[in-house]
């Protein structure tokens, strides 16, 4: 079947721009997380998603970062006012429960602020 | 002090050869522990989950010391496939359900 998918898969944004990053999650998760990978680094916890409401932003950096799953599907990550260190990875995972499941990992959006 | 920590590597392993790894962690109350593999920009995938009393999955053995807090992972007659980076996962349920993740340790497997 379909794996998570990620749109789009690159995406390069001048400083001070708006950018949304979209996951579509494995038909029938119910949970759905985005974290973030810096070149060198493990993956960062942003936020995660049970249904549609968000269960857990804890991660996200600062209110410039902000994420929604309307219908409890597909999840749209927004970044406003973009900085130089934004520029990341962003990986959406989702699962069919709670964080004991595996989590299955989208390709990722390749964020560069520039 | 990061939660998860892990070699950065990279371990240079002649084909063939075995290779063993650890990654500490600092919450003692952590109930799950797993390690995935992440190939060279690619999303990470899971390897293998790591139970108490240790388990192996074919060429590959993972141990679990709670009373340390470390995992480890080790791979028996390394192929050339088996060049990736290993990330060391830690869930505690108390902590919300997320993942954290190790920094990850590179292994590359060389004819």
């Known amino acids: 079947g379909a794996g998570v998918s990620q749109t789009p898969s690159n995406k390069v944004t001048e400083k001070g721009k708006y950018v949304e990053l979209r996951c579509d999650p494995i038909s029938g998760h119910t949970a759905l997380y985005w974290y973030r990978q810096s070149l060198g680094q493990g993956p960062e916890f942003l936020i995660y998603?049970?249904?549609?409401?968000?269960?857990?932003d804890s991660g996200l950096p600062n209110d410039r970062f902000f994420a929604v799953r309307p219908e409890g599907s597909v999840s749209t990550l927004k970044i406003q006012r973009t900085e130089r260190g934004d520029s990341a990875v962003y990986l959406c995972a989702s699962s069919p429960g709670q964080g004991r499941d595996e989590q299955y990992f989208g390709p990722g959006t390749r964020l560069t602020v520039t | 002090r990061k939660e998860v920590e892990q070699d950065p590597g990279p371990f240079n392993v002649p084909e063939g050869a075995t290779v063993a790894f650890n990654c500490t962690y600092s919450n003692s109350a952590s109930q799950s522990f797993f390690w995935y593999r992440q190939d060279c920009r690619k999303e990470p995938k899971l390897l293998m989950s790591v139970y108490s009393s240790g388990n192996e999955d074919g060429r590959f053995t993972a141990q679990l010391n709670r009373a340390s807090q470390y995992i480890s992972l080790l791979i028996r007659d390394s192929k050339l496939s088996d060049s990736a980076t290993y990330l060391c996962v830690v869930w505690d349920k108390a902590a919300g359900n997320k993942l954290t993740f190790g920094g990850g340790t590179r292994v590359l497997v060389k004819p």
């Open positions: 998603f049970q249904g549609t409401g968000a269960a857990d």
